[in-house]
Protein backbone atom coordinates (compact mmCIF):
# COMPACT_ATOMS: atom_id res chain seq x y z
CA UNK A 1 0.00 0.00 0.00
CA UNK A 2 2.77 2.51 0.56
CA UNK A 3 4.49 1.18 -2.47
CA UNK A 4 1.24 1.98 -4.24
CA UNK A 5 0.47 5.75 -2.07
CA UNK A 6 4.13 6.42 -3.47
CA UNK A 7 4.10 5.96 -6.68
CA UNK A 8 1.08 7.84 -6.88
CA UNK A 9 2.51 10.92 -5.25
CA UNK A 10 5.80 10.63 -7.58
CA UNK A 11 3.40 10.47 -10.43
CA UNK A 12 1.28 13.47 -9.43
CA UNK A 13 4.46 15.68 -8.28
CA UNK A 14 6.19 14.60 -12.28
CA UNK A 15 2.65 15.41 -13.64
CA UNK A 16 2.96 18.66 -11.68
CA UNK A 17 6.22 19.73 -13.06
CA UNK A 18 5.42 19.42 -16.69
CA UNK A 19 2.77 21.63 -16.14
CA UNK A 20 4.78 24.14 -14.85
CA UNK A 21 7.18 23.42 -17.22
CA UNK A 22 4.86 24.01 -19.68
CA UNK A 23 3.21 27.20 -17.94
CA UNK A 24 6.66 28.79 -17.82
CA UNK A 25 7.57 27.76 -21.80
CA UNK A 26 4.37 29.22 -23.08
CA UNK A 27 5.04 32.14 -20.61
CA UNK A 28 8.54 32.94 -21.59
CA UNK A 29 7.46 32.16 -25.83
CA UNK A 30 4.29 34.05 -25.55
CA UNK A 31 6.07 36.99 -26.58
CA UNK A 32 7.24 35.83 -30.44
CA UNK A 33 4.80 34.47 -32.78
CA UNK A 34 7.07 32.17 -34.54
CA UNK A 35 10.50 29.91 -33.51
CA UNK A 36 12.51 31.86 -35.98
CA UNK A 37 11.35 34.79 -34.18
CA UNK A 38 12.41 33.06 -30.35
CA UNK A 39 15.83 32.35 -32.39
CA UNK A 40 15.94 36.24 -33.85
CA UNK A 41 15.93 37.61 -30.44
CA UNK A 42 18.10 34.61 -28.74
CA UNK A 43 20.92 35.66 -30.99
CA UNK A 44 20.37 39.51 -30.71
CA UNK A 45 20.62 39.78 -26.76
CA UNK A 46 23.72 37.35 -27.14
CA UNK A 47 25.02 39.19 -30.07
CA UNK A 48 24.69 42.51 -27.77
CA UNK A 49 25.96 40.75 -24.62
CA UNK A 50 28.78 39.88 -26.68
CA UNK A 51 29.73 43.23 -28.27
CA UNK A 52 29.68 45.44 -25.62
CA UNK A 53 33.41 46.30 -25.61
CA UNK A 54 33.00 47.25 -29.38
CA UNK A 55 29.75 49.03 -29.18
CA UNK A 56 31.09 50.95 -26.02
CA UNK A 57 33.68 52.85 -27.67
CA UNK A 58 31.80 52.77 -30.86
CA UNK A 59 29.14 55.60 -28.93
CA UNK A 60 31.89 57.41 -27.68
CA UNK A 61 33.61 57.67 -30.78
CA UNK A 62 30.38 59.18 -32.27
CA UNK A 63 29.11 61.46 -29.73
CA UNK A 64 32.44 62.73 -29.64
CA UNK A 65 32.39 63.18 -33.68
CA UNK A 66 29.06 64.76 -33.48
CA UNK A 67 30.22 67.99 -31.68
CA UNK A 68 31.39 70.84 -34.26
CA UNK A 69 34.65 70.63 -35.92
CA UNK A 70 35.59 67.23 -34.48
CA UNK A 71 36.59 65.04 -36.94
CA UNK A 72 39.49 62.53 -37.66
CA UNK A 73 42.94 63.43 -36.02
CA UNK A 74 40.95 66.49 -34.82
CA UNK A 75 42.17 66.19 -30.93
CA UNK A 76 39.56 67.24 -28.16
CA UNK A 77 41.53 68.59 -25.48
CA UNK A 78 39.15 69.84 -22.62
CA UNK A 79 40.01 72.87 -20.33
CA UNK A 80 39.12 71.70 -17.39
CA UNK A 81 37.32 68.53 -15.90
CA UNK A 82 34.30 67.36 -17.28
CA UNK A 83 31.08 68.76 -16.24
CA UNK A 84 27.19 66.71 -15.89
CA UNK A 85 26.29 67.23 -19.35
CA UNK A 86 28.95 65.39 -20.62
CA UNK A 87 28.00 61.64 -20.39
CA UNK A 88 30.63 59.33 -20.76
CA UNK A 89 30.46 55.49 -18.79
CA UNK A 90 32.12 56.56 -15.62
CA UNK A 91 34.43 59.59 -16.20
CA UNK A 92 36.33 61.22 -13.99
CA UNK A 93 35.62 64.56 -12.45
CA UNK A 94 39.43 65.36 -11.10
CA UNK A 95 41.63 66.06 -14.54
CA UNK A 96 40.90 67.13 -17.81
CA UNK A 97 40.42 64.53 -21.05
CA UNK A 98 42.00 64.83 -24.43
CA UNK A 99 40.48 61.77 -26.92
CA UNK A 100 40.81 62.20 -30.58
CA UNK A 101 39.97 59.32 -33.30
CA UNK A 102 40.91 58.07 -36.87
CA UNK A 103 40.55 55.25 -39.53
CA UNK A 104 43.31 53.55 -40.75
CA UNK A 105 41.54 52.97 -43.97
CA UNK A 106 42.95 56.62 -45.07
CA UNK A 107 46.35 54.77 -44.02
CA UNK A 108 49.07 54.92 -41.20
CA UNK A 109 49.03 57.37 -38.63
CA UNK A 110 51.55 59.97 -36.44
CA UNK A 111 50.67 60.12 -32.78
CA UNK A 112 53.37 62.93 -31.87
CA UNK A 113 53.68 62.75 -28.08
CA UNK A 114 55.48 65.48 -26.12
CA UNK A 115 58.07 64.97 -23.41
CA UNK A 116 56.93 65.03 -19.86
CA UNK A 117 57.78 68.46 -18.51
CA UNK A 118 57.49 70.34 -15.48
CA UNK A 119 54.50 71.69 -16.19
CA UNK A 120 52.36 68.24 -17.05
CA UNK A 121 52.55 64.88 -18.36
CA UNK A 122 50.32 62.71 -20.44
CA UNK A 123 48.79 59.39 -19.11
CA UNK A 124 46.16 57.02 -21.10
CA UNK A 125 45.91 54.83 -23.83
CA UNK A 126 45.03 54.06 -27.11
CA UNK A 127 42.32 51.48 -27.66
CA UNK A 128 41.06 49.43 -31.12
CA UNK A 129 37.96 49.31 -32.02
CA UNK A 130 37.41 46.54 -29.38
CA UNK A 131 38.99 48.54 -26.64
CA UNK A 132 41.67 46.50 -26.33
CA UNK A 133 44.76 48.66 -25.06
CA UNK A 134 47.12 48.73 -28.23
CA UNK A 135 49.80 51.39 -26.77
CA UNK A 136 50.39 53.23 -23.99
CA UNK A 137 51.58 56.67 -23.54
CA UNK A 138 53.87 59.01 -21.22
CA UNK A 139 56.11 57.36 -18.15
CA UNK A 140 53.92 54.66 -18.43
CA UNK A 141 54.04 54.26 -22.52
CA UNK A 142 56.69 53.04 -24.82
CA UNK A 143 58.44 56.63 -24.73
CA UNK A 144 58.81 56.51 -21.03
CA UNK A 145 58.04 60.40 -20.42
CA UNK A 146 60.72 61.45 -23.33
CA UNK A 147 58.25 61.86 -25.68
CA UNK A 148 57.79 60.68 -29.17
CA UNK A 149 56.12 59.31 -32.52
CA UNK A 150 53.79 56.64 -31.92
CA UNK A 151 52.51 54.95 -35.46
CA UNK A 152 49.70 53.42 -35.68
CA UNK A 153 49.76 50.50 -38.92
CA UNK A 154 46.75 49.50 -40.64
CA UNK A 155 45.68 46.16 -40.53
CA UNK A 156 47.52 43.96 -42.93
CA UNK A 157 49.19 46.97 -44.61
CA UNK A 158 51.71 46.80 -47.60
CA UNK A 159 53.58 49.90 -47.90
CA UNK A 160 56.32 51.92 -47.39
CA UNK A 161 57.16 52.14 -43.46
CA UNK A 162 59.97 54.00 -41.74
CA UNK A 163 62.36 52.07 -40.15
CA UNK A 164 63.25 54.05 -37.58
CA UNK A 165 62.43 56.92 -35.48
CA UNK A 166 58.88 55.71 -34.44
CA UNK A 167 57.11 53.57 -32.00
CA UNK A 168 55.13 51.15 -34.33
CA UNK A 169 51.89 49.91 -33.39
CA UNK A 170 49.96 47.17 -35.28
CA UNK A 171 46.83 47.52 -35.30
CA UNK A 172 43.83 44.75 -35.87
CA UNK A 173 41.04 46.80 -36.42
CA UNK A 174 40.80 50.21 -38.35
CA UNK A 175 39.18 52.63 -36.33
CA UNK A 176 41.41 53.34 -32.73
CA UNK A 177 40.49 56.20 -30.44
CA UNK A 178 42.74 57.60 -27.60
CA UNK A 179 41.84 58.97 -24.49
CA UNK A 180 44.61 60.33 -22.02
CA UNK A 181 44.93 62.32 -18.92
CA UNK A 182 46.37 65.73 -18.79
CA UNK A 183 48.12 65.64 -15.33
CA UNK A 184 49.44 69.01 -14.16
CA UNK A 185 52.94 69.38 -12.29
CA UNK A 186 53.27 70.17 -8.48
CA UNK A 187 53.17 73.85 -8.97
CA UNK A 188 51.36 74.34 -12.36
CA UNK A 189 47.77 75.39 -12.78
CA UNK A 190 44.96 73.87 -14.97
CA UNK A 191 45.66 75.91 -17.54
CA UNK A 192 49.29 74.77 -17.52
CA UNK A 193 47.99 71.51 -18.20
CA UNK A 194 45.80 72.55 -20.43
CA UNK A 195 48.34 74.65 -22.99
CA UNK A 196 50.89 71.46 -22.43
CA UNK A 197 48.42 69.41 -24.51
CA UNK A 198 48.90 71.61 -27.50
CA UNK A 199 51.38 70.20 -27.78
CA UNK A 200 50.97 66.80 -29.16
CA UNK A 201 50.32 66.38 -33.13
CA UNK A 202 48.23 64.06 -34.78
CA UNK A 203 48.40 63.48 -38.71
CA UNK A 204 48.31 60.89 -41.02
CA UNK A 205 51.69 59.98 -42.16
CA UNK A 206 53.55 62.22 -44.89
CA UNK A 207 51.33 65.02 -43.68
CA UNK A 208 53.81 66.27 -41.36
CA UNK A 209 53.57 69.66 -42.30
CA UNK A 210 49.55 70.04 -41.60
CA UNK A 211 49.11 71.47 -38.11
CA UNK A 212 46.80 69.38 -35.56
CA UNK A 213 43.45 70.86 -35.28
CA UNK A 214 42.27 71.26 -31.21
CA UNK A 215 38.48 71.69 -29.93
CA UNK A 216 38.15 72.60 -26.46
CA UNK A 217 35.28 69.82 -25.35
CA UNK A 218 34.02 71.50 -22.25
CA UNK A 219 31.01 73.95 -23.73
CA UNK A 220 29.85 71.38 -25.47
CA UNK A 221 27.09 69.09 -25.01
CA UNK A 222 28.23 65.21 -24.71
CA UNK A 223 26.60 62.14 -25.36
CA UNK A 224 28.67 58.93 -25.85
CA UNK A 225 26.09 56.34 -23.96
CA UNK A 226 25.65 53.05 -25.35
CA UNK A 227 22.21 52.24 -26.65
CA UNK A 228 19.46 49.64 -25.19
CA UNK A 229 16.91 49.28 -28.23
CA UNK A 230 17.04 48.19 -32.03
CA UNK A 231 19.64 50.55 -32.54
CA UNK A 232 22.05 48.82 -30.43
CA UNK A 233 22.09 46.18 -33.31
CA UNK A 234 22.47 49.28 -35.98
CA UNK A 235 25.94 50.00 -34.03
CA UNK A 236 26.73 46.28 -34.53
CA UNK A 237 26.42 46.66 -38.07
CA UNK A 238 28.25 49.63 -38.50
CA UNK A 239 31.13 48.44 -36.47
CA UNK A 240 31.75 45.27 -38.42
CA UNK A 241 30.55 46.86 -41.87
CA UNK A 242 34.28 48.18 -41.32
CA UNK A 243 36.92 45.93 -38.89
CA UNK A 244 38.24 43.12 -40.21
CA UNK A 245 36.89 39.86 -38.36
CA UNK A 246 38.73 38.13 -36.15
CA UNK A 247 39.14 34.12 -36.17
CA UNK A 248 37.43 34.29 -32.52
CA UNK A 249 34.52 36.08 -33.70
CA UNK A 250 33.51 34.05 -36.60
CA UNK A 251 30.83 31.28 -35.11
CA UNK A 252 28.99 35.16 -33.98
CA UNK A 253 29.25 37.15 -36.86
CA UNK A 254 27.56 33.48 -38.70
CA UNK A 255 24.89 34.23 -36.06
CA UNK A 256 24.43 37.75 -36.88
CA UNK A 257 24.22 37.22 -40.84
CA UNK A 258 20.84 35.07 -39.77
CA UNK A 259 19.00 38.41 -38.25
CA UNK A 260 20.44 40.61 -40.84
CA UNK A 261 24.03 42.07 -40.15
CA UNK A 262 26.69 41.43 -43.23
CA UNK A 263 29.32 42.69 -44.05
CA UNK A 264 28.86 44.91 -47.29
CA UNK A 265 25.30 44.24 -47.17
CA UNK A 266 22.22 46.51 -45.79
CA UNK A 267 20.52 46.45 -42.42
CA UNK A 268 17.15 46.95 -42.85
CA UNK A 269 15.08 45.52 -40.22
CA UNK A 270 11.29 45.03 -40.51
CA UNK A 271 9.20 46.60 -37.80
CA UNK A 272 8.76 43.26 -36.04
CA UNK A 273 12.15 42.82 -36.21
CA UNK A 274 12.49 46.14 -34.40
CA UNK A 275 10.25 45.11 -31.56
CA UNK A 276 12.44 41.80 -31.06
CA UNK A 277 15.78 43.30 -31.18
CA UNK A 278 14.06 46.47 -28.82
CA UNK A 279 13.11 43.40 -26.26
CA UNK A 280 16.72 41.57 -26.88
CA UNK A 281 17.93 45.07 -26.01
CA UNK A 282 16.39 45.88 -22.74
CA UNK A 283 16.93 41.74 -21.49
CA UNK A 284 20.51 42.23 -22.32
CA UNK A 285 20.68 45.89 -20.56
CA UNK A 286 19.18 44.12 -17.62
CA UNK A 287 21.28 41.05 -17.67
CA UNK A 288 24.48 42.74 -17.83
CA UNK A 289 23.25 45.39 -14.74
CA UNK A 290 22.89 42.60 -12.86
CA UNK A 291 26.61 40.82 -13.82
CA UNK A 292 27.88 44.05 -12.87
CA UNK A 293 26.59 43.77 -9.55
CA UNK A 294 27.40 40.21 -9.07
CA UNK A 295 31.43 41.13 -9.86
CA UNK A 296 31.44 44.16 -7.49
CA UNK A 297 30.06 42.09 -4.67
CA UNK A 298 32.92 39.51 -5.30
CA UNK A 299 35.38 42.22 -5.14
CA UNK A 300 34.84 43.47 -1.68
CA UNK A 301 38.15 44.66 -0.81
CA UNK A 302 37.89 45.22 3.14
CA UNK A 303 36.37 42.53 5.47
CA UNK A 304 32.93 44.27 6.95
CA UNK A 305 33.26 46.28 4.86
CA UNK A 306 30.94 47.61 1.76
CA UNK A 307 33.92 48.98 -0.95
CA UNK A 308 34.29 47.03 -3.60
CA UNK A 309 37.64 47.05 -5.73
CA UNK A 310 35.96 47.46 -9.16
CA UNK A 311 38.71 46.94 -11.74
CA UNK A 312 39.54 43.44 -11.62
CA UNK A 313 41.79 41.74 -14.47
CA UNK A 314 41.25 38.23 -16.36
CA UNK A 315 43.29 35.43 -15.61
CA UNK A 316 46.68 36.78 -16.96
CA UNK A 317 46.02 40.55 -15.69
CA UNK A 318 44.58 42.19 -18.74
CA UNK A 319 40.86 42.53 -19.84
CA UNK A 320 40.34 40.51 -22.98
CA UNK A 321 38.56 37.98 -21.14
CA UNK A 322 40.31 35.17 -23.27
CA UNK A 323 40.79 31.81 -21.79
CA UNK A 324 42.60 29.13 -22.98
CA UNK A 325 39.82 27.55 -24.31
CA UNK A 326 36.60 30.17 -24.74
CA UNK A 327 36.29 33.88 -24.37
CA UNK A 328 34.83 34.51 -21.24
CA UNK A 329 31.59 36.64 -23.05
CA UNK A 330 29.97 37.40 -19.71
CA UNK A 331 32.82 38.46 -17.66
CA UNK A 332 33.95 40.57 -20.72
CA UNK A 333 30.16 42.27 -20.27
CA UNK A 334 30.43 42.65 -17.14
CA UNK A 335 33.73 44.72 -16.95
CA UNK A 336 32.71 46.75 -19.96
CA UNK A 337 29.24 47.65 -18.95
CA UNK A 338 30.23 50.15 -16.29
CA UNK A 339 34.13 51.07 -17.02
CA UNK A 340 35.95 52.50 -20.22
CA UNK A 341 39.73 51.90 -21.44
CA UNK A 342 40.99 49.36 -18.92
CA UNK A 343 45.08 49.62 -19.11
CA UNK A 344 46.82 46.95 -21.18
CA UNK A 345 47.83 45.21 -17.81
CA UNK A 346 46.49 46.03 -14.60
CA UNK A 347 49.92 45.33 -12.52
CA UNK A 348 50.68 44.09 -8.96
CA UNK A 349 49.83 47.86 -7.51
CA UNK A 350 48.50 50.28 -10.43
CA UNK A 351 49.03 53.78 -10.07
CA UNK A 352 44.74 54.90 -9.94
CA UNK A 353 42.49 52.49 -8.06
CA UNK A 354 38.54 52.53 -8.15
CA UNK A 355 36.37 51.62 -5.54
CA UNK A 356 32.58 51.30 -5.06
CA UNK A 357 30.35 51.06 -2.03
CA UNK A 358 28.03 48.39 -2.84
CA UNK A 359 25.84 48.98 0.44
CA UNK A 360 26.11 51.45 3.35
CA UNK A 361 27.02 51.33 7.42
CA UNK A 362 23.76 49.56 7.63
CA UNK A 363 24.34 46.63 5.22
CA UNK A 364 21.78 48.15 2.66
CA UNK A 365 22.10 49.05 -1.05
CA UNK A 366 22.53 52.68 -1.97
CA UNK A 367 19.06 54.19 -2.75
CA UNK A 368 17.72 57.02 -4.67
CA UNK A 369 15.80 59.44 -2.44
CA UNK A 370 18.48 59.45 0.47
CA UNK A 371 20.78 61.49 1.90
CA UNK A 372 24.35 59.61 2.57
CA UNK A 373 27.74 60.85 3.73
CA UNK A 374 30.96 59.32 3.36
CA UNK A 375 34.25 60.28 5.80
CA UNK A 376 37.39 60.77 4.09
CA UNK A 377 40.17 60.56 6.84
CA UNK A 378 42.63 62.66 7.51
CA UNK A 379 45.55 59.99 6.57
CA UNK A 380 43.70 58.42 3.21
CA UNK A 381 46.50 56.84 1.56
CA UNK A 382 46.36 58.81 -1.67
CA UNK A 383 49.87 60.42 -2.57
CA UNK A 384 48.82 62.49 -5.21
CA UNK A 385 44.97 63.11 -4.35
CA UNK A 386 41.07 60.98 -4.18
CA UNK A 387 37.82 61.94 -5.41
CA UNK A 388 34.73 61.23 -5.13
CA UNK A 389 32.26 60.74 -8.05
CA UNK A 390 28.86 60.07 -8.02
CA UNK A 391 26.81 58.34 -11.34
CA UNK A 392 23.34 57.09 -12.22
CA UNK A 393 22.92 53.99 -11.41
CA UNK A 394 21.10 53.51 -14.10
CA UNK A 395 23.58 54.78 -16.95
CA UNK A 396 26.82 55.11 -14.75
CA UNK A 397 27.45 58.43 -16.37
CA UNK A 398 26.87 61.77 -14.56
CA UNK A 399 23.58 62.68 -13.61
CA UNK A 400 21.87 66.15 -14.58
CA UNK A 401 21.98 69.19 -11.82
CA UNK A 402 22.02 72.51 -11.54
CA UNK A 403 25.20 72.86 -9.94
CA UNK A 404 26.92 70.64 -13.04
CA UNK A 405 28.85 69.28 -10.24
CA UNK A 406 29.11 65.49 -10.50
CA UNK A 407 32.29 64.62 -7.84
CA UNK A 408 34.48 66.17 -5.49
CA UNK A 409 38.13 66.12 -4.26
CA UNK A 410 40.41 68.60 -2.42
CA UNK A 411 42.36 68.16 -5.79
CA UNK A 412 39.43 70.47 -7.70
CA UNK A 413 37.57 71.70 -5.00
CA UNK A 414 39.43 73.73 -1.95
CA UNK A 415 36.80 74.89 -0.49
CA UNK A 416 35.38 71.86 1.21
CA UNK A 417 34.43 72.33 4.74
CA UNK A 418 36.90 70.68 6.87
CA UNK A 419 36.67 68.95 10.48
CA UNK A 420 38.34 69.43 13.61
CA UNK A 421 40.50 66.37 12.84
CA UNK A 422 41.29 66.91 9.35
CA UNK A 423 38.88 65.11 7.59
CA UNK A 424 36.42 66.34 5.62
CA UNK A 425 32.77 64.28 4.58
CA UNK A 426 31.15 64.26 0.93
CA UNK A 427 27.69 64.48 1.37
CA UNK A 428 25.28 63.04 -1.66
CA UNK A 429 21.58 62.86 -2.11
CA UNK A 430 18.57 65.14 -3.55
CA UNK A 431 18.95 67.76 -1.18
CA UNK A 432 21.84 69.65 0.58
CA UNK A 433 22.94 69.30 4.14
CA UNK A 434 21.98 72.76 5.97
CA UNK A 435 25.61 74.95 5.70
CA UNK A 436 27.35 72.72 3.81
CA UNK A 437 26.38 72.86 -0.09
CA UNK A 438 30.22 73.11 -1.11
CA UNK A 439 30.53 69.32 0.28
CA UNK A 440 27.64 67.98 -1.58
CA UNK A 441 27.09 66.27 -4.55
CA UNK A 442 23.32 66.18 -6.38
CA UNK A 443 21.81 63.24 -7.03
CA UNK A 444 18.36 64.46 -8.26
CA UNK A 445 15.64 61.45 -7.96
CA UNK A 446 18.73 59.08 -9.86
CA UNK A 447 19.76 56.00 -7.52
CA UNK A 448 23.29 56.69 -6.85
CA UNK A 449 26.67 54.72 -8.16
CA UNK A 450 29.29 56.30 -6.30
CA UNK A 451 33.31 55.83 -6.81
CA UNK A 452 36.26 56.81 -4.75
CA UNK A 453 39.44 57.19 -6.52
CA UNK A 454 42.43 56.88 -5.18
CA UNK A 455 45.53 58.48 -7.18
CA UNK A 456 48.93 56.84 -6.01
CA UNK A 457 47.57 54.37 -3.53
CA UNK A 458 50.51 54.03 -1.14
CA UNK A 459 51.21 51.48 1.04
CA UNK A 460 48.74 51.53 3.60
CA UNK A 461 46.23 50.37 1.16
CA UNK A 462 47.93 47.71 -0.32
CA UNK A 463 48.84 45.74 3.33
CA UNK A 464 45.08 47.09 4.21
CA UNK A 465 46.58 48.96 7.79
CA UNK A 466 44.24 51.82 6.63
CA UNK A 467 40.24 50.89 6.21
CA UNK A 468 37.90 52.61 5.04
CA UNK A 469 34.77 53.96 6.30
CA UNK A 470 31.54 52.96 5.30
CA UNK A 471 28.90 55.07 3.45
CA UNK A 472 26.39 56.37 6.29
CA UNK A 473 22.74 56.81 5.83
CA UNK A 474 21.80 60.34 6.94
CA UNK A 475 18.57 60.48 5.98
Known amino acids: MKTKNLILLLTALIAFSSCQSNID ?7 FNTLEEQVTYQRAFEAIVWAMPATA ?69 VVDAWQSTIAGVGPSGADKGKGGKYLLIPPGYQGVLPTSGY ?61 YDYRALKDIHAIFSVEPVLE ?53 YWKNRGWSFV ?33 KKLGERPATVYLAPIKDANGHSLEKGNLYKINIPKDIPAKQFWSITVYDDETFAFIDNDLDRSGLGLFNTPDMKMNDDGSVDVYFGPEAPAGL ?39
Open 167 to 227: YPIQCTTYRTALVFRSIRGENATDEDAYQYTQNMKMYFLGEEDKETKFVDGIPHQLQTLPR
Open 437 to 475: QSNWIPTSNKKPYVWLRLYGPDEAFWNKSFVMPDVQLVK
Open 25 to 31: SSTETSR
Open 57 to 125: IYRLREGFLALPEVEANVIVAYSAPALSKHKAITANTATPYITAFTDLRGGPVVLDIPAVSEKASLYGQ
Open 248 to 300: RDKVMMGMLASIGIEPGKAFNPSDRMKEIFNMAAKDAFEYMHKLVYEHHEEGL
Open 311 to 343: MRPDDVDGFDFIANNRIEIDKRAAAWNFFTLYP
